[in-house]
């Protein structure tokens, strides 16, 4: 039993090393992945201290938003890039438009009250969006518009280290379109103006607002940023599987990801994406079949779990200190 | 009185007249409540077999005036493949008194067994549930057909046997591998895996899938790749369809050698697009609308605006057809009940009886409008499964295709097992009443 634990797993990776990077290359798309969608919930914590139940239903309700436009376009005769693109376009619109409703509707009559009806306030958003969006889209899985957005399929295979890598092209796009975005977020906020704002708000929402900065317009920024965040990772996530409303349940593999990073930390997010990812298809692929497979969904957890251990504020969170 | 004061008048005279408008209705009228999931993870699967149940149903109220001139009181509730739901829609719709429910999961399924009885409300699992429910001696109240899981894997197994150009015996030294949702409808064929692994020489590796990771399988795929199964056989669900065959694609695993329980649909292999063509999957029933039933369906629901499929080419596909067929049960169990007891509004008990005596013969699916739609019913006292023959299907990159002849399962496996699993399931939950409904079917 030792054996199988403690060395067996090594002996494979040195025997197989091809599949040593099939499994690490695995990892670090699902981990980008990870870092993507938990980034849509550090972008809502940091601005309004809210944990955003609704960013899993917003991923769904993006990804479907953008293939019934697709779908009204071919109806009507226009299909192709240029419709592709301008649902993506009309999609990013609607986006803008849910962030204002819920500053509008939800977060600005709540404003001041505790923390625990902000996020009450997100589990009545999750179930209007996912009714809105089973009325106007039914519950049919819908496939990905993916080459239609110029995202590229078929796969790149590279004979190393004595066997054959597969690198998905769609995998490679998803990694990339990732990364972009989250430096792009990264330095938006913390190079612009805006991004200086959204800090101050984090801070001291009292404090914020005393030098003039406007709470509801910073909120509809980032309920929109997260919304593009949710849209861009339903495309990817879309094109892996389906469009379908179980793309709510990819939601849940961020929860890891922000015990691990911090709910505040967006290097905390991406760092954490990735070492929950790596660390879970090393998990399952090595040491799995030992407990009867089926163990990354909680895997993911022991990892994060483990970490804390060690550094309890998370990996990039301040360590607080309270007088009492 | 002002206005507000009438409307609270009009309100509340309203909340307390309900009840017995809907007892009024009660009393000419027969209840069937339709448990489905119209939304979340599962949504993909549930909502094309949600809208076959509703439209055979409807249609039965729009042409017929309903079953033997009792209209059907038709209610969805929405479950979400959620267990904890499933028993809240349970509780919900039992003061209606249904006569039949239809869980839709096997996770629901499963704590409705010992209640059935009590409630006196028959359960149908078509093709999913336990087992061992099969066995009308130690579970009056459920019912599971046309084949149980169990028979489902003996039938893959046959066919792989096939492709190797022979027996059972050809499945001795196999690696088999058995990808599958890991939940109680996935955990079902463990203990017949663990049997006849043992029993015929095939290993059987498990690569489980959680719930959570249905839409990322690369991990459980990488295994594949290393482990290099012969075969690989998928009991899945929802989005996890669709993915496993994306990954088997992604994978190169050879299309050929992947073969699914029944509950693919059509979406499950388009995505993958044409890397999936020679995927296969167990059915029992044809697909399309070709049968004057559907083209009935057609006029009298869908383009009447009763349906809610969301366009005319869903209606006979795979998961539409298998609501189809789940209906036609309950319509036909209900139409026996009413035979056998001379009552024209009949009770969960009736259906009971009805569903034991259920024989849908050719001749009876010809004018249903489904002739050559599939096989022959016959349930019994005893057999509440029947055991029926599939035969498997293959993608072709637009359909399914039936590529193979009508599959018996390996019932000299199956029923001994199913036996000792039925007297296990008493035994662990004793005391468990001995059957004592009469038995009026020949």
Not at chain 1, 132 to 156: A, C, H, N, R, Y
Not at chain 1, 278 to 291: A, C, N, R, S, V
Not at chain 2, 47 to 53: D, E, L, Q, R, V
């Amino acid at each position: 039993m030792l054996y199988n634990i403690f060395i067996d797993p090594f002996v494979q990776m040195v025997q197989m090393p091809d599949l040593l990077v099939q499994t690490l290359w695995e990892g670090l798309v699902s981990g980008v992945l990870y870092a993507l969608i938990a980034l849509g919930f550090v972008l809502i914590f940091k601005a309004s201290g809210v944990f955003n139940f609704a960013q899993g239903i917003m991923v769904v309700f993006s990804a479907l938003t953008l293939v019934g436009f697709y779908e009204k376009f071919s109806a009507a005769g226009f299909s192709g890039h240029a419709a592709a693109f301008v649902a993506l376009i009309l999609t990013a619109g609607v986006m803008f438009v849910l962030a204002m409703l819920v500053e509008r509707v939800v977060l600005r009559p709540l404003v001041n009250q505790p923390d625990i009806i902000l996020f009450m306030a997100t589990f009545g958003i999750t179930y209007v969006l996912i009714g809105l969006g089973e009325m106007v889209f039914g519950g049919d899985p819908k496939q990905m518009i993916t080459s239609e957005l110029f995202l590229p399929s078929g796969s790149v295979d590279v004979e190393m280290l004595g066997g054959l890598v597969s690198f998905q092209k769609i995998d490679i796009a998803a990694a990339i379109i990732a990364s972009a975005m989250i430096v792009g977020l990264a330095l938006f906020f913390q190079k612009t103006r805006i991004g200086r704002a959204l800090r101050a708000v984090a801070d001291s929402h009292k404090a914020a607002l005393s030098v003039g900065i406007s709470l509801n317009q910073i909120w509809v920024i980032v309920w929109f940023a997260a919304g593009l965040v949710a849209l861009v990772t339903g495309i990817m996530w879309g094109a892996r599987s389906d469009v379908s409303f179980a793309l709510e349940i990819v939601a849940l593999k961020a929860l890891p990801v922000l015990v691990l990073g911090g709910l505040t930390s967006v290097p905390g997010a991406i760092v954490g994406g990735l070492i929950i990812g790596i660390g879970e298809k090393l998990g399952e692929f090595y040491w799995g079949p030992l407990l009867g497979g089926g163990i990354e969904s909680w895997f993911a957890y022991a990892i994060a779990l483990l970490f804390l251990l060690y550094r309890p504020q998370g990996l990039f969170g301040d360590k607080i200190i309270e007088r009492i | 009185m002002s206005l507000k004061n009438w409307l609270y008048a009009l309100s509340a005279t309203a909340v307390l007249t309900l009840p017995a408008v809907h007892d009024a209705q009660a009393e000419d009228s027969i209840y069937v409540p339709l448990f489905t999931y119209r939304t979340g993870p599962f949504a993909g699967s549930g909502t094309p077999i949600a809208n076959g149940m509703h439209d055979y149903l409807t249609l039965l109220n729009e042409r017929d005036g309903g079953i033997g001139g009792v209209k059907l009181i038709v209610e969805e509730c929405e479950t979400g493949y959620d267990t904890k739901k499933g028993l809240e829609c349970y509780e919900s719709v039992k003061p209606k008194k249904p006569v039949i429910v239809n869980p839709w999961s096997t996770g629901i399924t499963l704590p409705l067994i010992p209640k059935a009885a009590v409630d006196k409300i028959p359960v149908l699992s078509m093709a999913y549930g336990l087992s061992a429910s099969a066995k009308g001696d130690t579970f009056p109240w459920i019912f599971n057909p046309p084949a149980t899981y169990w028979d489902g894997f003996t039938q893959i197994l046959q066919y792989i046997a096939t492709q190797e150009g022979g027996g059972i015996e050809k499945l001795k030294g196999k690696k088999i591998g058995y990808i599958y949702l890991d939940a109680s409808f996935g955990r079902e064929p463990l203990p017949l895996i663990e049997q006849l692994s043992k029993e015929l020489g095939f290993e059987a590796k498990l690569y489980p899938v959680a719930a959570a990771d249905m839409q990322n399988q690369s991990s459980q795929w990488l295994s594949v790749r290393r482990d290099k199964p012969d075969y690989m056989i998928l009991y899945g669900w929802g989005a996890l369809n669709a993915t496993a065959v994306k990954e088997a694609v992604k994978t190169n695993y050879p299309m050929e050698k992947f073969i699914s329980i029944w509950w693919p649909s059509e979406d499950d292999a388009k995505g993958a697009g044409d890397g999936a063509k020679g995927f296969k999957t167990l059915n029992w029933h044809a697909v399309g609308a070709d049968f004057p039933l559907l083209a009935d369906i057609q006029k009298h629901v869908v383009d009447a605006g009763k349906s809610q499929v969301s366009g005319k080419d869903k209606v006979g596909q795979v998961l539409y057809n298998r609501g189809i067929y789940n209906s036609m049960l309950i319509a036909e169990a209900i139409r026996r009940a009413q035979e056998i007891t001379g009552n024209k509004v009949v009770t969960g008990e009736d259906v009971r009886r009805g569903l034991e005596g259920l024989n849908i013969d050719d001749a009876r699916l010809k004018e249903i409008g489904l002739e050559g739609f599939t096989g022959a019913v016959k349930l019994s006292c005893t057999d509440h499964n029947g055991h029926f023959s599939t035969f498997v299907q293959s993608w072709n990159g637009t359909t399914y295709e039936k590529v193979s002849d009508y599959i018996a399962p390996l019932s000299d496996k199956v029923g001994p097992l199913l036996d000792a699993d039925a007297k296990a399931y008493a035994e662990k939950n004793a005391p468990w009443p001995a059957r004592s409904e009469a038995c009026d079917a020949s």
